[in-house]
């Protein structure tokens, strides 16, 4: 009797980077995303840390996701950009309800972060506080389209829109990985998704 044969799907590797000020969640994020307890009361990020996550993707597709969380002090941030290089994805993050970090975008968002060869996406968290909003959807939406950049809102405390970012994150980075795939493919203006 023949065996029948199991081909193990190919397993892509990826590397996004999260960054932004201080508090605006990006730990938070990680941890929602990676399915570890999530908590308010956690402590800083002292430089740098990362949670690994395979995801499965249409058409078998699977990539293994290294995901960097970096610390948002304003000492830590040379070496912040020191990691962007080699980063396939990169999510900048702010806090819909604290102006400045929207504001410090400005300066996060800077040539060495402009790489064509990175897909980039301007987050908005704390989507679930909209009573306590400073920044509106519109104002993040613009800024991100004036960068080429996606945009998204999301909740690290109630999950909104948390899967949707690493799963356009992770197809974006396989397509990155496996050029010609439609398997990264996205409806989103921005050049890097195009079909080519």
Known sequence: MAQESTVQPKITMGKMLLFGDEAVGKTCLLLRFTGETFTLNHIPTIEMDFKVKTMSLPN?????????????????RNISKAYIR???????????????????????????????????????????MEEERQVTFDEGKKFAD?????????????GQGVNDLFL?????????????????????????????
């Open 60 to 76: 078998m597709a699977n990539i293994k996701l290294q995901i960097w969380d970096t610390a948002g002090q304003e000492r830590f």
């Open 86 to 128: 080699g980063a396939d994805v990169i999510c900048a993050l702010y806090d819909i309800t604290k102006p400045s970090s929207f504001e410090n975008m400005r300066e996060l968002i800077n040539p060495e972060v402009q790489s064509p060869d990175i897909v980039k996406f301007i987050v908005g968290n704390k989507s679930d």
């Open 146 to 158: 004036e960068k080429g950049y996606e945009f998204r809102e999301v909740s690290a405390a109630n």
């Open 168 to 196: 356009s994150a992770a197809k974006a980075a396989y397509r990155k990985k496996n050029p010609g795939s439609l398997t990264g493919w996205s409806s989103s203006a921005t050049s890097f998704f195009k079909k080519k």
